[in-house]
Every structure is written in structure tokens, then in C-alpha cells.
């Protein structure tokens, strides 16, 4: 039985520094760069290392939720809004995680990795 974690995409952000990793962030093309109020942080309980923000797609709205911990070169895609709450398998090239990815790869600087879903990972049945 699948749940709809298993249809869930995931991304993996990189930079050789925190700095670059933070101004790359911030210059996605296509993408807007949304920071959560001190309000919501608090009630989401984020320790204080954590910046989690959202990457807002100028095509459609769609919401992106991101994390990165303050001083590592690494950050990492937590939810897709809309998409992962239909709990639905998305073809991969209309996955808004793939979208993201192919966008990182115009920033200079910064690189991503797909991470697949379980149910990308299951052989269809024959």
C-alpha cells in the first residue's frame, strides 16, 4: 500500500560555501524567495540555526518549502505544497521539484540532485 510520502520528490542543494549557497538561493530564476514571519518560525518550533523559507514559482504559485541550517553548504527541499498534499505519482518532467532543479541550473554557483520518490523506485508490474 502507498502512501503519499511514496510520491514525494525530493532536492538536494549545494554550494562550495554557505555564502554562495545563500545568495543562490535567493536568485532562481522564475522562482521568488518568500521568508516566514519570526510568528511562524516560533510556532513551528525551528531551532535557531534552521532557515526554512519558501521558493515561490512566478508560473503557477506553486509553493516549495526549503531548509537549510546556518552554516552548512547544503539545503534541502522539504514539501511541495499543492503537489505532495494530492498525494498523486507526477511524471517527472511535470514534477515542481524538477522544474526547481533545472532552474538551479542557471544560477552560477550552485548545483542540485533529484532525489526519487519511493514509487520511482518500485518496477511497474507487468
Do not use: C, F, W
Given at each position: 500500500?502507498?502512501?503519499?510520502?511514496d510520491?514525494?520528490?525530493?532536492?538536494?542543494?549545494?554550494?562550495?560555501?554557505?555564502?554562495?549557497?545563500?545568495?543562490?538561493l535567493?536568485?532562481?530564476?522564475?522562482?521568488?524567495?518568500?521568508e516566514?514571519?519570526?510568528?511562524?518560525?516560533?510556532?513551528?518550533?525551528l531551532?535557531?540555526?534552521?532557515?526554512?523559507f519558501?521558493?515561490?514559482?512566478?508560473?503557477?504559485?506553486?509553493?516549495?518549502?526549503?531548509?537549510?541550517?546556518?552554516?552548512?553548504?547544503?539545503?534541502?527541499t522539504?514539501?511541495?505544497?499543492?503537489?505532495d498534499?494530492?498525494?498523486?505519482?507526477?511524471?517527472i518532467?511535470?514534477?515542481?521539484?524538477?522544474?526547481?532543479?533545472?532552474?538551479?541550473?542557471?544560477v552560477?554557483?550552485?548545483?542540485?540532485?533529484?532525489?526519487?520518490?519511493?514509487?520511482?523506485?518500485?518496477?511497474?508490474?507487468?
Open positions: 500500500m502507498t502512501d503519499k510520502t510520491y514525494m520528490r525530493r532536492l538536494s542543494i549545494k554550494a562550495d560555501t554557505t555564502d554562495i549557497l545563500r545568495e543562490g535567493k536568485n532562481i530564476p522564475g522562482y521568488t524567495r518568500v516566514l514571519g519570526d510568528e511562524l518560525r516560533r510556532l513551528m518550533m531551532p535557531a540555526d534552521e532557515d526554512r519558501v521558493l515561490q514559482a512566478e508560473s503557477n504559485g506553486e509553493q516549495i518549502i526549503v531548509s537549510h541550517r546556518r552554516g552548512d553548504t547544503s539545503a534541502r522539504i514539501n511541495v505544497r499543492d503537489q498534499a494530492r498525494g498523486l505519482h507526477i511524471p518532467y511535470a514534477d515542481e521539484v524538477v522544474k526547481l532543479h533545472e532552474a538551479i541550473k542557471q552560477p554557483g550552485i548545483s542540485s540532485e533529484v532525489i526519487a520518490a519511493n514509487i520511482d523506485l518500485v518496477a511497474p508490474a507487468a
